[in-house]
């Protein structure tokens, strides 16, 4: 009997989500009727393979029947596991026999057992082990007792189970294996019309961002995502803080896609040309920079489509089009597509066009605009067609929605999803959440990315919050998440300023105007960020969300917890630093917090009966600890936290 | 999407168990992408049935997006069920208008689309109901809004969801209707031979046990299971307290089964004959018992089989057949049964027939001597093979093994099963013991029974012990479980007295002996255990296990608990008792124990704000109580515990 394998996302039915790397660790519960030993292994194939690579499966608790192997997948695509089980006949009889002989009771007849045993399994073995069994065999056949310990005799018989005698464990599953960029990586989003290097009062160009490409590389950042870069409409445009009228200089909301310029294929003319896009996804490369565009799959009524196809929109019965609505509130700046209109293959097409009309111009990351709104089986055959052809290709979900919701979307093909993290701000709610999103069910199904900010959330939290509560979202989402991203220059220079209607809005929201940024400015965190993004770089360890462990502290404005690298080819010296890292978070950004931690030394692989040192990254600091009960106290106008890297001679 | 649909077992692959009354609680994760209202319900099909009756579910957290209804099945056999989910289009677009309408927005252009939804629908509903639908649509389409507030046009609608339109749950999910005898029953274990009516020395018969069976009634009990009744072996017969040799006169152990007399179709000739079998069946059944036999599918060497059918056994190299053995130990007075021989066609066929032998003459119930030493596959087919003829027939697994295997064979038909009770001792233990058994997954495929001992278990804890132990041990089996039983006179004359042999096994072992009990001594347990049995079947919630709820109290020797009545039929004032039932046990045997309980009020249906009565059944006494937090004292001379039935004015 082979039950409850895993990892597994629905029972099978959808793959579970690894990058290169990163294990495959099989668990599954086998048992048989009797008292047989049994011999268990994992079968495992990368994509393209025709042969299975086979890995015993070790007892971990007899108790419950758990058994466990892991594999490491070391290419990009769909690998397929499964568990096999046999009863292990000749291990059985080994352990009786063996038993007898140690109660000093005559084995005759068993030997005897033995050697018919072996016999039998000869034509299964290698024609080269056959010889080697057959002495094996001939020695017990002439009463040989000393061969009941020969050390090769029970892998020679192993070598004869085949998988056509198994019983194998059904369905084989499937790890959707992606790069390593998949699961760790940091955005900056901006907006490029604030961006011109002419000054305050121009319009930014993606050329302007071009120019400016440091400023954010400077900061670690790996991904720079834009929002729409496409011809924005007129009608029903909106002004300032969202009001209902715009003035003729309003520039409108990037969101509302689709003027006489063009649509969803087509750039903002006051922010340049489809070659500036592929222009900057090139420079940006050249800055260590993916380039991530938006997918808001939605019209303006002076989208090109509402009047070439007006069968992809609803339609009230007056025969106008249908806008948005949440009623009462009317979005009559917005048509949304209807996903299951008669012409919707034609639909699909053009939207699938869309995304390989930019992948063409060299553009694999995708930040998509509400996906939950659309269907689901849109957006899993969208994303597979984008991937057969682009397999690196990525897409951030921005669904705040339910989890199943959420989960959904990343069991369809999202890679990434934006979290709950904004407002998870106590103890209690960071410990919790990230324990889910760090164990499975949710770790093999879905991505978390933790962003302090974005230009529709600026939480309560933060309205009016100092400085230094900034820095203590930014340190919290970096060193918890391996994906993180903050919408700047925002974020770096800490606008508290809400938009005072009782929301988590921000005031004069560069979604509806052009802001005057001042990078410069000597209180910005951009150093800060900079430093946890080399640091997230340098550390194997906080690359992964699987190790997370949170620690006890005794005070509750200390959030403690550790990851280390998990197991695998990339734990190779020539790789950044392996050790386990250990965080202590001060949730306090007004006061200083103090306290005795309870640490889990196992966890951070640490020998309890020896001195280990901590050495800070952030404040370039080192202590010297011993035992498990410590003392740590943070000051938040010095750092919002330690990142600890623990290492013992 | 419908996900996570439960009650079910393995996925989906087994039925879940239930008996007649008592509800299959379906719960379902259901949800689509958009902001659409949804309808669920569940369908839900009695054996034999055609159609299928639907259930309306109810959103129960609409942020996890689940659904329940529950429905009860009246009748034994397999029910079918699965989860049915429609977008709600006319739904939603009455939440629309409705909210348009309360913000003073004009809705004239949303009755047309209503009226046209309405039209739509037509052809859907029942006849008898097209022309009220009509009438709707026409006033809609007139610009009557007083329609959209019309309470007939939600149900009238939802008349036109088909079940072809429908997505439906996969695969659809099974439950196991057995008679109520399945869940509630009291078992009590008795050795025939020690019950002799001639005194002490004689030989009892089944006779002699049918003369006695108001001994057994009295108590309570409803099943009398024997131990084997067949010809005992005479080769390598064991001695009292399993010595090697056996005197002459030793009767042997009832579990060495098959002589010269016959084998399993045979009775002892010093019990009797198989119609005193059937007679007893008949006896019993006028005193409310049914009778239970002992299923031990192995033979002693002088069994029929043994040189009837010497393939049907294991052979060594020397030819002879494989006595039983765990190296270094040997039990040469048992011949194990190889049910995977190559005749395994014909040996099942013989132990389908020993099943139906003792089921023509009345027997429908079966205790199973180690079923987890015999292939899964084989108890599946003949469990199968015995209920197609009988359906009320029930099987009790003696497996005390790894809980995975104790699992299975419940899944593939066993009734009911031996449990960890007899371990599990502290509050602790009792607690998270049977919390894992009352829930999912657990309850929905495991039914525990609880036995203080057996002859086989005299445990560490009442070795030695005082009759008042014996009586907490009773007290917790019968409140906590609604399968019970005891193996007698051992338990109610507090038999104590083990085999000094480190283990947990009774002195001068019944198994080996005939004994001779003093069953009228004045201090015997039997009128606690009729007690506990007669409360147990006056009062609804005892007979089941899926409402239990712990309680605290401050001090670690009591133990609190509830049970309510489950909703259905049963529940109807011509039958037992329904109120909540409290139980607090004294763990302590020795001491009297106190200690303030923090009641869930809520759980035993009370309502906080005003007095109720706890009237003690067992002691005929009552308190009367307010609030949560109320303080109980127990003497363990006076009653191991309190057995409350909670009333409220």
Redesign the interface.
């Known amino acids: 009997?082979i039950?409850a394998v895993g990892p597994a996302v629905?029972?099978g039915r959808r793959p579970v989500k690894r990058v290169v790397g990163e294990p495959v660790e099989v668990e599954a519960?086998v048992?048989a009727?009797?008292?047989d030993r049994l011999y268990v292994a994992v079968a495992h194939q990368p994509p393209g393979a025709r042969g299975w690579a086979v890995v015993p499966m070790a007892s971990t608790n007899?108790?419950?029947?758990r058994w466990a192997a892991s594999f490491v997948p070391g290419e990009v695509g769909l690998h397929r596991y499964r568990v096999l089980a046999w009863v292990d006949h000749v291990g059985s009889w080994l352990?009786?026999?063996q038993?007898?002989l140690?109660?000093g009771?005559d084995v005759s007849?068993e030997l005897?057992?033995g050697a018919?045993l072996l016999e039998a399994l000869a034509p299964k073995v290698a024609k080269t082990e056959r010889p080697a069994l057959a002495a094996l065999a001939g020695r017990l056949r002439e009463g040989d007792a000393a061969a009941v310990a020969d050390p090769t005799l029970l892998p020679l018989a192993h070598g004869g189970l085949k998988a056509a005698d198994a019983e194998v464990s059904r369905p084989t599953l499937e790890a959707d294996v992606e790069p390593e960029r998949a699961l760790f990586n940091a955005w900056y989003e901006l907006f490029p019309r604030s961006w011109s290097t002419k000054g305050p009062g121009h319009h930014g160009t993606l050329a302007d961002v071009a120019a400016q490409l440091d400023y954010v590389a400077s900061m670690g950042f790996d991904i720079l995502y834009l929002p729409p870069v496409h011809p924005i409409g007129r009608s029903f445009r909106k002004g300032p803080d969202n009001s209902e009228t715009a003035g003729p200089d309003d520039p409108g909301s990037p969101w509302a896609i689709g003027g006489p310029e063009g649509g969803h294929t087509a750039v903002h003319p006051q922010l340049g040309t489809v070659d500036d896009v592929a222009d900057l996804v090139a420079k940006a490369a050249q800055q260590g920079l993916d380039l991530a565009l938006d997918l808001a799959f939605q019209c303006s009524p002076d989208h090109p489509w509402v009047t070439e196809h007006p069968e992809w929109f609803r339609h009230?019965?007056?025969g106008t089009i249908q806008y948005a609505?949440?009623?009462?509130k009317k979005y009559q700046d917005i048509y949304p597509l209807d996903f299951e209109c008669d012409a919707w293959r034609e639909l699909w097409d053009a939207l699938l066009d869309v995304a390989l009309f930019w992948a063409r111009r060299g553009v694999r990351i995708f930040r998509v605009d509400n996906p939950?709104?659309?269907?689901?089986a849109f957006w899993e055959w969208f994303i597979a067609e984008v991937r057969v052809r682009y397999p690196e290709a990525m897409f951030l979900s921005e669904a705040f929605s339910?989890?199943?919701?959420m989960h959904?979307l990343a069991k369809v093909g999202f890679t990434l999803s934006y979290s709950y993290f904004p407002w998870r701000q106590t103890k209690a709610e960071l410990t919790e959440y990230f324990t889910e999103l760090s164990t499975p069910p949710g770790v093999d199904q879905f991505r978390p990315s933790a962003w302090p900010n974005t230009p529709d959330i600026l939480t309560f939290q933060l309205q009016g919050a100092p400085r230094t509560l900034f820095a203590s979202r930014a340190f919290l989402a970096a060193t918890l998440c391996p994906s993180w991203g903050v919408y700047g220059p925002a974020f770096e220079l800490a606008d508290n300023v809400d938009a005072a209607n009782g929301k988590e809005e921000y005031g004069a929201s560069e979604k509806y105007e052009i802001r005057d940024w001042d990078r410069n400015d000597p209180a910005s965190l951009r150093e800060l960020l900079g430093e946890l993004n080399r640091i997230r770089t340098d550390h194997l360890a906080l690359r992964t969300l699987r190790t997370l462990r949170f620690h006890h502290a005794d005070n509750d404005a200390l959030l403690v917890y550790s990851k280390t690298p998990y197991a695998g080819p990339s734990v190779d010296p020539a790789r950044p630093h392996q050790a386990s890292i250990l965080v202590v978070a001060n949730l306090d950004a007004a006061w200083t917090q103090g306290g005795f931690l309870d640490l889990d030394l196992a966890a951070l692989g640490v020998d309890p009966a020896r001195p280990y040192t901590a050495h800070d990254v952030l404040a370039d600091r080192t202590f010297t600890w011993e035992g498990s009960h410590v003392y740590v106290e943070l000051h938040p106008d010095e750092q919002p936290g330690h990142v600890l890297r623990i290492t013992q001679e």
Chains 1, 2 share one sequence.
Request: proline fraction near 14%; charge should be negative; avoid cysteine.
């Open positions: 009997m039950d629905d029972g519960t048992y009727d009797g008292h007899p108790g419950l029947d352990d009786g026999t038993r007898k140690d109660a009771v007849s005897l057992a018919a009230r019965p007056d609505e949440n009623p009462p939950h709104t659309k269907p689901f339910r989890p199943e919701i959904r």
